[in-house]
């Protein structure tokens, strides 16, 4: 019979990919979910633009303008849509510099701390504009599953994904974060 | 002057990007690598309590919290100024080591090999982790095992894989038993295996890899790292070495607690990753590199025996230093040897399961600094707290920031090999961007940047005319 395996994409917005090292640490799961799923995108893939897909994983939160327009790109482009971990879902520590201004938040590190000041990295064209305020992914988009967790421990993202592969709505009860 | 803007498909995953200026004859005058992604920690940790650092600065990266937990731990300790039993010493050179080997683990196999096994020109759709479980499972299967292995001995160690809260000011949360070390034991011999295994492939790779070895980034520059009282390799405490590319002792004996007296940071609007020089030098003559080929440049030996062969062999591939970006892959391994070696040690040493595991003090000093040898290199905490302890002020001199003109100089060299005049920049051949890409990769860049954010990395190429228009060319 032929099954054609569902699209499974992982992404990373603002973060500091500890999520996606818990995907990993999945181990040798990894190479079972491989045969599951069609892993189509992910940092650790060679593919440059996010494809259509069937389940996305979204690590992080949405702190500059290229993680804005990326979240849309993704939302639009993705059947079900999963906030990975505490940046996603509440914006946690990426979201910490929300409490000073984005100028205070520049100066101490690129004026203050330093020796040489050649420039502050702003808006030169390359480097992407910073939020006024560090988003969650649902201030963006809509979010279809939370999976909470700094990080997400390794069980619970395999259980998670495999309710989900077997057509279940996932509770993200039982082996929580934390366990 | 026209300025014209492509803009790339908006792709995330990538947090850096490249640019490259091209001369009338459209021939590469010079490349630049920016990175992109900024979260503000020095700014955000401010009135907080300083017990809370290690949690929170665990959180500036996924893939070697258990370093920033250390150095934070470390600021700590000095700021209660209070010296630590050995139980925890010993405790946080296992877990450091742990740490060491598997982000190695992840970026040798997991990142780089798809580029060494099935080349830098496979199919870009192939080159990654999967494709390479399709040519060589079991290949794959031991390199996870390898992660693994060192993310077990920080789970068993310290509680959780990712962001253990273990460690903090004083000492170690939680004591190690006995029980505990047999598991342990049980991974030392397919560890050591799985590595050598990995040192023979490399090794034998090396001659079809010639080109790359050359001009990915073969370039002299001073080297920075730690070293023990022997001159040995260490990544908990030591003193700092300093070496040039002819492998002259340009400084030793360094205080790392006292960094800012030799090492600064520059500011460039071009890039949220600032520029560390050493300060004698200048900037930006005193540029430095650090991590696996800087520790095995400035280190003498290794200090357990096949380490110490592997880099025997290793030194002679440099007259003093070896400059070839592309042997960090090799350093890599050779560190890998080591750290199981040292697991393995320390698995016999009775300190690590004393009782006494943490020093009690009140605050006592305003100001604290605390390093380590992270995966990527030379990793500074510099803490200022008001006398209720609360933060003012941190500073912190991350492992692949250091790196940052080494990977400029290594993209620079690689686009100028690779990028060949005439080309109107619509034609570049993929396997000739992932060399650019490769470049970067040999660093492993951390953070923004790591995830093989890089096999994914930015790829945006701009590249700018004489005249200064730009264009931007998206990889597919």
């Given amino acids: ?179 | 002057m026209t300025r014209i803007l492509i803009q790339p498909v908006t792709r995330i995953e990538g947090h850096a990007k490249i640019s490259i200026q091209l001369d009338q004859s459209g021939a590469v005058q010079s490349a630049k690598f920016h990175v992109v992604e900024f979260r503000g920690f020095e700014k955000l940790c401010e009135g907080r309590p300083f017990q809370e650092m290690p949690g929170l600065m665990s959180r500036v990266c996924g893939i070697c919290p258990v370093s920033h937990v250390l150095a934070s731990s470390k600021a700590g300790d000095m700021l209660l100024d209070v010296a630590i039993p050995p139980a925890a010493i010993k405790q946080r050179r296992l877990m450091n080591y742990a740490q060491v080997l598997q982000s190695h683990a992840l970026s040798f196999f997991h990142l780089s090999s798809p580029d060494l096994l099935l080349g830098m020109d496979a199919p870009a759709a192939d080159r990654n982790i999967f494709g390479l479980i399709k040519r060589d499972e079991s290949f794959v299967r031991r390199g996870i095992r390898l992660r693994q292995f060192g993310q077990r001995v920080i789970e068993v160690v310290g509680g959780k894989r990712i962001h253990p809260g273990w460690s903090g000011p004083g000492g170690v949360h939680q004591r190690f038993t006995t029980e505990r070390r047999d598991e342990i034991l049980g991974w030392i011999p397919e560890a050591t295996g799985s590595v050598l295994m990995a040192l023979d492939r490399l090794k034998g790779l090396l001659d079809s890899f010639a080109v790359e070895v050359e001009h990915l980034g073969n370039f002299p520059s001073l080297f920075l790292g730690t070293v023990n009282e022997d001159g040995q390799l260490e990544y908990y405490d030591g003193t700092i070495r300093i070496v040039d590319g002819r492998g002259n002792a340009i400084a030793e004996g360094l205080d790392p607690k006292r960094y800012f007296t030799y090492l600064g940071e520059a500011s460039e609007d071009d890039s949220f990753m600032k520029y560390p020089f050493y300060q004698p030098f200048g900037y930006p003559q005193g540029h430095y590199r650090v991590g696996p080929l800087a520790r095995l440049n400035v280190a003498k030996s290794a200090g357990t025996p096949q380490a110490d062969r592997e880099m025997r062999e290793f030194k002679q591939r440099g007259n003093g230093t070896v400059c070839a970006s592309f042997h960090y892959h090799l350093a890599r391994l050779i560190e890998m040897l080591h750290c199981v070696e040292r697991i393995d040690e320390l698995m016999a040493d009775a300190e690590l399961f004393g009782e006494n595991i943490k020093a009690k003090a009140s605050l006592n000093r305003r100001e604290g600094v605390g390093s380590c040898e992270a995966p990527r290199g030379t990793l500074f905490h510099h803490y200022w707290v008001d006398g209720e302890g609360r933060m003012t002020n941190a500073n912190l001199l991350i492992a692949t920031a250091q790196n940052k003109q080494g990977m400029n100089l290594a993209v620079d060299q690689a686009a100028r090999h690779f990028l060949k005049p005439g080309l109107n920049g619509d034609g570049f051949a993929d396997g000739m961007l992932n060399r650019l890409e490769a470049a970067i990769r040999c660093y492993d860049p951390c953070l923004s940047c790591s995830t093989h954010a890089l096999g994914q990395m930015p790829l945006v190429v701009e590249l700018i005319g004489e005249d200064g228009t730009r264009r931007q060319i998206v990889r597919e």
Wanted: net charge negative; aromatic share 6%; glycine share 8%.
């Fill in chain 1, 1 to 179: 019979m032929d099954h054609v395996k569902p699209k499974f994409a992982t992404a990373w917005l603002g973060g500091c990919s500890g999520c996606h090292m818990s995907f990993l640490d999945l181990d040798e799961r990894l190479i079972d979910l491989a045969g599951l799923v069609d892993i189509c995108y992910s940092p650790i893939l060679d593919v440059k633009e996010f494809p259509e897909v069937d389940i996305v994983l979204v690590e992080g939160a949405v702190a500059n303008e290229d993680h804005l327009k990326e979240i849309r790109r993704i939302r639009q482009r993705s059947k079900v849509l999963i906030a990975f971990g505490d940046c996603a879902v509440t914006g946690n520590v990426t979201a910490m510099r929300n409490l000073f201004s984005i100028e205070d938040v520049l100066n101490r590190a690129y004026r203050e701390n330093s020796l040489v000041v050649s420039g502050v990295p702003l808006e030169n064209g390359i480097i992407p504009k910073l939020l006024d305020r560090v988003l969650r992914i649902q201030d963006v988009v809509t979010v279809d599953h939370f999976l909470p967790g700094c990080p997400p421990s390794p069980d619970a993202i395999h259980d998670f994904v495999v309710e989900l592969l077997a057509g279940n709505t996932p509770t993200a009860q039982g082996r929580k974060f934390g366990s």
